[in-house]
């Protein structure tokens, strides 16, 4: 698991792929498939979010681009109960 942009502690990271059973939320593929991971902010530092655990989830580094490219919209994000 390659994770950057910016880096979480490694705790956390695996605390949150974990609790996405290892699942990116755009594509639905593994996170464990050598794809750079990066963080992602489900509300935006710019619009209040935080730097909390439910606030972030590990995605691809191409699904990532796609969020903040408005390809993909953050509703369309699977939730972890949804996995």
């Known amino acids: 698991m390659v994770i950057s942009c910016p880096s979480p502690p490694k705790k956390i990271a695996l605390q949150i792929a974990q609790r996405q059973q290892y699942v990116c939320p755009v594509c639905g593929e593994s996170l464990l498939n ?3 991971l990066h963080l992602h902010h489900k509300k935006p530092k710019s619009q209040g979010g935080g730097d909390n655990y439910g606030n972030l989830q590990l995605v691809h580094l191409y699904c990532h681009q796609q969020i903040h490219s408005g390809t993909i919209s ?10």
Do not use: I, T, V, Y
Request: glycine fraction near 0%; aromatic fraction near 0%.
């Open 34 to 36: 050598d794809e750079e």
């Open 74 to 83: 953050s509703c369309d994000l699977l939730e972890p109960d949804a996995l």
